[in-house]
């Protein structure tokens, strides 16, 4: 008896005919029909992508920049707006202040710093000056508003009533201590200690104060305040910086000029014209200014670039208040 024949395998060796893969070649035409496929991979830190399903992406970021952006957000809530800034900057710019120290205050720029224990001769405020350095041949220096409008007019009412034919005002042997009868709200005693709190010089070591009138066409010529031992012969003490204060403004002249300003100023020196106001340079008088300069470097010998005059007075008058300071203690306060 013959054994029956079995159904031949296809070659590939599965066990799936003919008609099995045309059934499954129908059923993914028509899946086809019906599942759309992605155009675009998914982006990193997105997430899956669900087909066919609208999905928003979504930022990742660390706990740090989440903190970091909730910050930068609460900052910009706080930012005043253009129009309060722009008020607030009228409102300061209407804000008249007569001492540097007055403005200092209203800022509170130290509010946190309170001044510190002090000794016998020290201050128990702050002093508040601004400076601007003019030169450094010869060390000159600005002090803008160093004294009120009325300070000034107080010392020029006293000048007034002493003034001499030349236009000097207080003479030698005038201090704040022989001239207090006449000055009995202190003023020249306040001046003397603000100068030797910004000199950091005592009081003692300061001449009497010199107050000068000049009337238009009126000058100074150029010369030095300090004496040279070559001229005047050994001196017991120098001179070793002056501070001019201006009283009041002038329309026009009336600078100090320093001819021989510079490093290489002293090459002027030759042919000096001691009238002149055309080289170097000039200081305009403002009220309550004053001008701090030095008369000898600082090996102390003498500096022969603080060679100073006063300009002509074009219209208008000059007052000036001078005080000079020396190397040596002489006054009552030594």
Request: aromatic content about 8%.
């Amino acid at each position: 008896m013959t054994s029956p024949k079995k159904a031949p395998r296809s070659s590939g060796g599965g066990g799936w005919g003919t008609p099995a893969v045309t059934l499954l070649c129908i059923k993914c035409f028509f899946a086809g029909r019906f599942i759309s496929l992605p155009t675009a991979l998914p982006e990193a830190g997105i997430g899956p992508t669900i087909v066919g399903e609208e999905q928003e992406a979504v930022e990742r970021r660390s706990v740090l920049e989440d903190a970091a952006a909730e910050a930068d957000a609460q900052a910009a809530l706080d930012v005043p707006s253009p129009e309060v800034l722009a008020a607030a900057a009228r409102s300061l710019a209407d804000v008249k202040y007569e001492t540097a120290e007055e403005a200092l205050e209203a800022v509170g720029f130290l509010a946190d710093r309170p001044p510190l224990e002090h000794g016998e001769s020290g201050h128990s405020f702050y002093t508040v000056q601004p400076m601007q350095l003019l030169s450094l041949y010869p060390r000159a220096y600005l002090m803008p508003r160093f004294l009120s409008q009325k300070q000034c007019d107080h010392v020029i009412a006293m000048a007034e009533r002493r003034l001499a034919p030349s236009g000097l005002a207080f003479k030698a042997g005038d201090t704040a201590e022989n001239t207090r009868d006449e000055d009995p709200d202190g003023v020249l005693a306040w001046i003397e200690d603000k100068l030797a709190a910004v000199t950091m010089i005592p009081a003692g070591h300061g001449e009497p104060f010199n107050v000068l009138r000049y009337e238009p066409s009126q000058h100074y010529d150029s010369h030095y305040d300090s004496f040279s031992e070559e001229e005047y012969g050994p001196q017991f003490s120098q001179r070793i910086a002056t501070v001019l204060l201006y009283l009041a403004d002038v329309e026009e002249g009336g600078e100090t000029v320093f001819l021989l300003e510079g490093k290489g100023g002293l090459a002027r020196l030759e042919r000096i014209d001691y009238k002149a106001c055309d080289t170097g340079i000039k200081v305009k008088p403002r009220q309550g200014d004053a001008l701090l300069f030095f008369s000898v470097s600082v090996n102390g010998t003498l500096d022969k670039h603080s060679l100073h005059g006063g300009c002509p007075v074009v219209a208008g008058t000059k007052w000036a208040m001078t005080k000079w300071i020396r190397n040596r203690c002489f006054g009552l306060g030594c």
